[in-house]
């Protein structure tokens, strides 16, 4: 029989050898008794959209970023009528949620708000998305302007000669400062468009929904997305670069190439300079792209293509051998609006006649949010903590030999408030001529941290705790993360009765048989054969040069509106997303039935 | 005697024939197959067929006597009256003019459908069924698993005969006087002609019907098809549960789909031809959809067509014969579907602008209905 509600967040134990992991992370992210009664009310998911692994205490600020953030922006600033945020608990290092409804008493007040506030936003939505892009490039600009170096000896001759009146002691103190500072604001920007994005697109969405009750989810987004949007230029950029290779002669060699080093070495002594110059112009910044499983910029320790070029001259190197072999290489984008504009007329078509003017406009404000609930996430997701996570390894590097800790990487085991400490510790060391206690201090806690973040690395986080409700609505769950009641019911169920069946939810159309590829990072796309079934936690645009060769995909995290669903229906390709269980339950090699249609997979043998 | 018209059509010979010549069930039969919809090899003995097998002499005497039963028979008396005008069109017609075109095009049919034996359904095409008044559908006969031309020659005239019904006279003369009292002879006399479809019974490896809605809700964009192994008769009948496949009419997507356990399935009846039997289904078979994705897809542009020529829902049997769609889809039939299409298509959300949209979402009890 089926259980009614998953274990308590308060039952959760430990893993054995992991005791006293709550030391890494913030004591006002975790369980205490004294919120006990209240958190066990509720029903907690894990954040596998953001966070599918453990994480490490220093990147506990990305999670925290948007704690705060999305939360203001409903509860706050917008008054978001039906919910306020969304909360978070850390269990045994993973990430667990739970949204926040707004009290039903104040849903007129703050539907009034809302009004008023939103709609300011709406009528001014591409205006306000110019001045957007301008600060956000901005933040970006200024990160990437500093520099973190271990102090010299003694200061430059042209700190006397400027008066500057401060150390380089306090500038990496305020530039560290600064970086987190950034960081939290611009995850600040996300949200500033983001919810009421999705209120908008939402509001299209049910208004499709309540007049054509078995529309699919998929069709509506088609209606909405596929536009040429920012989203897909890494890819195009990508594409630019293999075509340019065969015009230059060397699209061979390039396809030889045992490394992008190698390379571009052997490019730049033997004619092909310019080849390599229009590829670092390239990167950045179209190569900052995060290659995190999942949701990208989620974790500190995962690069970029900028600085692991291996994999986007992966992708160059396949576009090449297929232009070599005569194939059409460019996104069908063309073909994709028209399909877009076919489907939108003829279901306007069926409209009655009075709904016709306000379908109009609700779809045009659904594509004009549209742009932006595709393009933020290169934005944020990738430019911003691509470069938040850069900086902070090179700070990482240049604290280590100053005697913080023993190794760059050991930076990532402290939280950032910790950080901060031992910055102090080394500039106060530093600037007297004195030792720093730094690493002795640190050094069996990083070993402890260490041991503990392997247990719980091994540790199978349960996809919810708590009391689920009956029916999953809250908008914003279901659209993002891709929860929805069926959802809840089937990890009730599993466990029991896996079946040779996985239900997610149906990403993008038609059906497809193939052997399954269970790929977990962007690092195993290499495997991936022509044909393959590409099974994976989730997609980012890291993950783009795989699309062209695949049959469909299967992810366990993501909604309707995740990347790995409008980059499939984009190509075409069938996709049921947010499965939940797919990388653990199918084996690679193993030929899988995908219905993009109904969302669901079928696991064809043993 | 000159026709201006052909005595007897194949179904593929063009659109230039109205519901005047082929009846209303023939004229619809050459306009989806004009339109782009494959059906089963068919043929028409027209109207004017009925007319030059009848000859004047039998359609004056039919007249004659039809205008002598007492305007007030009705019930038994009706009855008789009606059954003697049938007898006199039986029997008059026996060694028409026509049999000899007829059993040529018999032959011709049976080629088409390169089956050894012709086995055909014979249907009355009423030249005033499905016109403006559909009252009178079902009141003419259909005779199905028709065997060979000499069958075929008697059920034609018996569909000849079911002109003369009591209630079919009892609605013309009804309808006549409630129109114009002057109509009557015309009405029962020289207008009176019938058309016969006779089309081959498709030897159906799968079967069922479809709506050009889904008759849950009334979402017209959806295509709503149920499908059996086999014939269609169960399903039609009720007798058989069916697989249930929910298909967007514009993206071609199966939104929903149930496969059935399907343990028995109709054959034609092996041994006789005529009829048929039901027979076990292969066990690998019992829990296997009975449309493959082609066919569907095939349905669905069926279902797009006729709906559009008819300009309102349709409501279809089809039949999927061996092979592979679309060549194998074949559409058998098509009527109005009646239930919501009666009904006014509300507005979801007239007069509102988006931003009161937005307000109406985010604070309606449950925003968005995810699909389930």
């Known amino acids: ?606 | 005697m000159a026709r201006l018209v052909p005595a007897i059509r194949f179904i593929d010979e063009g659109t230039d024939a109205d519901a005047g010549v082929l009846g209303g069930k023939g004229a619809g039969l050459a306009a989806l197959a004009a339109g782009g919809v494959r059906i089963p090899p068919a043929f028409v003995v027209t109207a004017d067929g009925y007319r030059a097998a009848m000859g004047p002499d039998l359609r004056r005497a039919v007249s004659e006597r039809l205008a002598a039963i007492p305007a007030g028979a009705t019930g038994a008396a009706l009855e008789t009256h009606a059954a003697e005008v049938r007898a006199l069109i039986l029997e008059g017609t026996e060694g028409h003019p026509l049999a000899g075109e007829l059993r040529e095009a018999c032959e011709a049919l049976r080629a088409l459908t390169g089956e050894e034996t012709l086995t055909v359904a014979v249907r009355s095409s009423s030249i005033a069924e499905d016109a403006a008044d559909q009252s009178f559908a079902g009141e003419h006969d259909s005779y199905l698993w028709v065997v060979g031309a000499e069958e075929v020659d008697r059920r034609m005239r018996e569909c000849w005969a079911s002109l003369v019904t009591a209630r079919a006279v009892a609605y013309r003369r009804s309808a006549g006087a409630a129109t114009d009292a002057d109509a009557d002879a015309d009405a029962d006399g020289d207008e009176l002609a019938m058309a016969v479809v006779v089309q081959q019974m498709a030897p159906a490896r799968a079967a069922g019907v479809f709506m050009t809605l889904n008759p849950v809700n009334g979402d017209r964009s959806k295509v709503m098809i149920e499908s059996v192994w086999g014939l269609g008769e169960p399903l039609v009948s009720g007798e058989a549960n069916p697989d249930r496949f929910l298909v967007d009419k514009i993206t071609g997507e199966v939104v929903r789909r149930e496969i059935a356990d399907k343990p028995t399935q109709a054959i034609r009846d092996p041994a006789s031809g005529r009829g048929v039997v039901i027979a076990e289904v292969d066990e690998e078979r019992v829990a296997t959809p009975s449309l493959e994705r082609e066919e569907i897809a095939e349905l669905v542009r069926i279902a797009r067509l006729v709906e559009r020529q008819a300009g309102a829902p349709q409501d279809c049997e089809f039949a999927v014969l061996e092979g592979a769609a679309p060549d194998n889809v074949r559409l058998l039939q098509c009527r109005p579907e009646t239930v919501w299409s009666q009904k006014p298509r509300q507005a979801t959300a007239p007069g509102r602008t988006a931003m009161q949209a937005v307000l109406a979402t985010l604070t309606s009890k449950s925003p968005s209905p995810p699909a389930t």
């Open chain 1, 1 to 606: 029989m089926a259980e009614t509600r998953f274990p308590s967040l308060y039952d959760i134990k430990a893993p054995e050898g992991a005791e006293g992991w709550e030391t890494l992370f913030d004591w006002y992210h975790l369980r205490g008794e004294e919120r006990r009664e209240e958190d066990e009310q509720r029903f907690w998911f894990q954040d596998r959209l953001h966070h599918p692994e453990v994480m490490h205490p220093y990147d506990e600020i990305q999670c925290e970023c948007w704690w705060q953030g999305l939360g203001a922006f409903n509860t706050r600033i917008f008054a978001m009528p039906p919910a306020y945020g969304i909360d978070q608990r850390v269990v045994n290092g993973y990430l667990y949620i739970s949204p926040i409804p707004a009290p039903p008493e104040d849903l007129e007040a703050r539907a009034a708000a809302f009004g008023e506030r939103a709609g300011h936003y709406y009528e001014h939505w591409d205006e306000i998305y110019e001045e957007w892009k301008v600060k956000t490039v901005d933040r970006l600009d200024q990160m990437k302007a500093m520099r973190f170096a271990p102090l010299p000896d003694l200061e430059d001759m042209s700190l006397v000669l400027s008066h500057k009146g401060s150390s380089s002691g306090y500038q990496m103190i305020e530039d560290y400062s600064r970086m987190v500072l950034i960081m939290y604001e611009t995850y600040q920007f996300h949200f500033e468009l983001l919810n009421i994005g999705y209120a908008a697109y939402l509001t299209f969405f049910a208004y499709c929904k309540q007049t054509f009750p078995d529309m699919s989810d998929q069709t509506i987004a088609r209606m909405v997305g596929g536009l040429h949007v920012d989203l897909y230029r890494p890819d195009d950029e990508l594409k630019r670069l293999a075509k340019a290779a065969v015009e230059a002669g060397i699209g061979d060699e390039v396809r030889a190439a045992a490394s992008a080093e190698a390379l571009f070495a052997e490019l730049r002594a033997n004619g092909g300079a310019a080849w390599v110059e229009d590829w670092e112009r390239t990167a950045d910044p179209w190569f900052l792209i995060d290659t995190a499983p999942g949701h990208p910029g989620g974790y500190g320790h995962y690069g970029t293509w900028a600085s692991e070029p291996d994999i986007p001259l992966g992708a160059v190197k396949e576009y090449i051998a297929s232009l070599q072999a005569g194939e059409e290489i460019d996104r069908p984008t063309a073909r994709v609006l028209a399909e877009r504009e076919r489907i939108t007329g003829e279901y306007r078509e069926l409209l009655a006649d009075d709904d016709r003017p306000v379908f109009d406009e609700m779809l045009a404000l659904a594509r004009k949010v549209f742009v932006y609930i595709e393009e933020h996430v290169i934005y944020i997701e990738h430019w911003m903590w691509a470069t938040f996570w850069a900086k902070s390894h090179e700070l990482s590097r240049a604290l280590a030999p100053m005697g913080a800790f023993d190794d760059p990487s050991d930076m990532f085991f402290l939280r950032r408030t910790e950080v901060m400490e031992s910055i102090y510790d080394v500039v106060t060391a530093w600037g007297s001529g004195g030792r720093p206690r730094g690493a002795d201090y640190w050094r069996p806690i990083i070993a402890e941290r260490r041991r503990i973040y392997d247990r719980l690395k091994e540790w199978d986080a349960p996809p919810a705790l708590g009391i689920p409700p009956t029916e999953v609505n809250e908008p914003f769950t279901v659209m993002l993360w891709g929860i929805t009641t069926e959802a809840v019911q089937s990890w009730l169920e599993s466990g029991e009765d896996g079946g040779n069946s996985l239900r997610g939810q149906p990403g993008s159309p038609g059906v497809v048989e193939g052997p399954a590829r269970v790929v977990r990072t962007v690092q195993e796309l290499e495997a991936v054969q022509e044909g393959d079934v590409l099974v994976c936690p989730a997609t980012s645009p890291a993950w783009s040069p795989v699309f062209s060769r695949i049959a469909a995909t299967v992810s366990d995290v993501g909604g309707v509106m995740s990347h790995t669903a409008i980059v499939c229906r984009e190509y075409g390709l069938p996709a049921v997303v947010g499965t939940g269980s797919a990388v653990s339950r199918i084996r690679e090699g193993q030929r899988i039935r995908v219905d993009g249609d109904t969302g669901v997979v079928t696991l064809l043998d043993d």
